[in-house]
Each structure stands twice: as C-alpha cells, then as structure tokens.
C-alpha cells in the first residue's frame, strides 16, 4: 500500500533560519505529492503541489521538489518567520478520491 | 467563493444524543470528504462521495452516517457516540482528480459526555 514518511518533530528554529522537512513516500504508480499546512485551531491548508517527476511545487516562499528517484518531496524555506508556525502534513494521492498522509512535523519559530 | 464552511464550530454531546455536523462548499467541487483527526495525529479518512454518491467509506461505525443532498452539501449525522469519538471533524472539498489537492474546512471539535 501507499505510505508517507516524515521527518519526526518537533522542530524549532530561529527566525530568519533555513528550513528543510523531509518527507518520503512508496506508493504504485505515479502519485501526486502535496503539502498542507494546518495552524492551531485550524483546518489543513493546501501549501503546495507536484502532480509529477521533478515538478516544483511553490508557495508563499516554501518550496519542494519531487523527486521520483529518491522516492522523496522535501519541504525548503530559505528564511523562516515567527507566522509559519504550524503543523506540516505531507501527503500523496494516487487514486481519486483518496490520499495518504504523513504524521506531521510541528514547527516553531522563535523571534 | 474558495471557502469549505462548516457548522457548528464546536459541539458538546452526551452519548444518548443525536446531532448532525454540515459542511457547505460553492467552488463546484464534485468530491467531498469527512475526516477525523485526534491531537497530534494527521487526519483519518472517514467517507467519500463523488458525484453525490457514496464511493468510500473506511469501515466507519454505524454511529456515523454521512449524507450529501447536492453537490455543495455534505452532512455526517451522529448518533450514540462514545467519549473516544471526541475529535476534531474535517470536511474536505476536491475534484474528483488525484492533481487536484483538497481544501478543507475549520473543522468541527466534537466532545462526547
């Protein structure tokens, strides 16, 4: 079956810092790879997206690259801010209808 | 209008009632979801209609039933819940497209007394 994998938690930084989560995936086929974004008391955001090999996702400054063959979609932020605080999910989709997480990473960035 | 609204926010039941959670979105998705994520935990798959039509459900208890009147509704109705169906509820809106990526609602908290 399909899985995602994580880097495990929690991560803090310094504002200002360079940001790496890594997230690797098995899964048939060729998946779609996203990242999602969930602050506290909130709902999961969509970050961003690569729907296939060496695509670059892109938002808001956060970057991922999929990388078909390390099998691996890390997320990079070159300078982090006290806002990005939150919980990154990694994720995959390779049917319709249903996709599969990671555990999330918890990031906290100190001013 | 790129907004999946869900009411209430914030619900409290006791195990003997019944109560429905609502989910609305207008983005002309024809995939929605229900979720359940606990503390700390990424969210679990719950149900998924496509179409309108029930085309997943993960071996959820009958405690849980989900209804989707039209293509903008989805409703998950509770009834007889236990203190460990205490969670956050997730609504989800998509095409029905592995490309597509979700956008999901504020979610319900959910506590069963």
């Known amino acids: 079956g399909n899985s995602v994998t994580q880097m495990e938690g929690p991560v803090t930084l310094s504002e200002e810092a360079f940001l790496t989560i890594n997230c690797t995936y098995t899964?048939?086929?060729?998946?779609?790879l996203f990242w999602y974004v969930q602050y506290p008391g909130e709902g999961l955001q969509l970050l961003l997206k690569?729907?296939?090999?060496?695509d670059k996702g892109s938002n808001k400054g956060f970057e991922a690259t999929y990388r078909k063959e390390t099998t691996s979609f890390h997320l990079e932020k070159g300078s982090v801010q006290v806002s990005d605080s939150a919980v990154y999910f990694c994720?995959?989709?390779?049917?319709?209808?249903?996709?599969?997480f990671g555990d999330g990473t918890t990031l906290t960035v100190k001013p | 209008d790129t907004e999946v609204t869900q009411t209430p926010k914030h619900l409290v039941m006791g195990m003997t009632n019944k109560k429905s959670l609502k989910c609305e979105q207008h983005?002309?998705?024809?995939?929605m979801y229900w979720y359940k994520q606990k503390a700390k935990k990424p969210p679990e798959l719950m149900f998924v209609?496509?179409?309108?039509?029930?085309?997943i459900n993960e071996s959820v208890p009958s405690r849980f039933s989900p209804e989707c009147p039209n293509s903008s509704l989805l409703n998950l109705h509770l009834h007889a819940l236990q203190p460990e169906d205490s969670a956050l509820y997730l609504c989800?809106?998509?095409?029905?497209?592995?490309?597509?990526?979700?956008?999901f609602g504020s979610g319900t908290r959910l506590t069963v007394v």
């Open positions: 989800a809106s998509s095409q029905p497209d592995r490309n597509y990526g979700y956008t």
């Open positions: 899964a048939t086929g060729y998946p779609s």
């Open positions: 690569a729907t296939k090999a060496d």
């Open positions: 994720a995959l989709s390779s049917n319709a209808g249903k996709s599969t």
């Open positions: 983005m002309g998705h024809r995939a």
């Open positions: 209609y496509s179409y309108e039509k029930l085309s």
